[in-house]
């Protein structure tokens, strides 16, 4: 059973992702602020966190870097009333995985856990197997049996997290926030690039497609 640190300041908010965590057999562990969530980490394991932003003592943001600066590399995910751009683009430069805006859908809140939790399990084995397919996240490599190929860091990244999270659309802004790290040098257009190349080296790929969603942005689908 995975526990799930749920850091809340609002009490009846904190009772119901308890009672929808019980419900899909999720531990969860309950939090008032960041700082009573530091405590609860020292004492005991927890493999994901769900936070919201606007708390007292010791907001979402500022928990997050604290875990980031120390090392602690758990999931995240935000779930928060602050919805602008700007929100969400601070939250995954300082080390959120995901970020979900309330109200929440709480079936969707579920998939996005289970998501981030075979993620994290991948990250921690450094590699990622679909079909006959092998991405080795230590050397960028990709293995196929037609054999191995390095492929540069960010084309690697982006293959990695489409394939983390089959059939999941990925919107262009989405992608970049998390891959390019909003360098000011880059815009979207440089996502459609990499999805071009990663298209021309494994257009005969037995295991996956990627999946161009009109108006959305792209998800890699599984033919196995």
């Known amino acids: 059973m995975f526990n799930i640190l749920v850091v809340e300041d609002n009490a009846n908010t904190r009772k119901l992702m308890e009672a929808v965590l019980t419900q899909h057999g ?15 980490l020292d004492r005991k394991h927890v493999d994901l966190i769900v936070l919201d932003i606007m708390m007292p003592r010791m907001d979402g943001y500022e928990f997050t870097q604290t875990l980031r600066e120390s090392g602690c590399e758990l999931p995240i995910l935000m779930v928060t009333a602050k919805e602008k751009p700007a929100d969400k683009h601070r939250g ?3 080390g959120t995985d995901d970020y979900m805006v309330k109200p929440v ?12 939790l075979r993620r994290s399990r991948i990250v921690n084995e450094h590699k990622l197997t679909v079909g006959q397919t092998v991405l080795d996240y230590d050397a960028l490599s990709v293995t196929t049996p037609e054999g191995e190929r390095t492929l540069p860091k960010k084309e690697f990244m982006l293959l990695f997290k489409l394939l983390s999270y089959p ?37 005969e790929s037995p295991d996956f497609e990627i999946v161009t969603v009109r108006g959305l942005g792209y998800k890699a689908v599984r033919k196995d």
């Not at 802004?173 to 440089?190: F, G, K, P």
Request: aromatic fraction near 8%; charge should be negative; glycine fraction near 2%.
């Open 167 to 203: 059939n999941k659309i990925f919107t262009r802004r989405q992608l970049m926030d998390e891959i390019w790290d909003m360098e000011s040098e880059t815009d979207e257009r440089t996502v459609d690039v990499h999805i071009n190349r990663l298209r021309d080296h494994f257009r």
């Open 92 to 94: 995954f430069i300082i």
């Open 26 to 40: 999720y531990q969860p562990i309950l939090a008032s602020d960041g700082l009573e969530a530091l405590d609860v």
């Open 105 to 116: 859908d709480e079936e969707e809140m579920i998939l996005r856990i289970a998501a981030l």
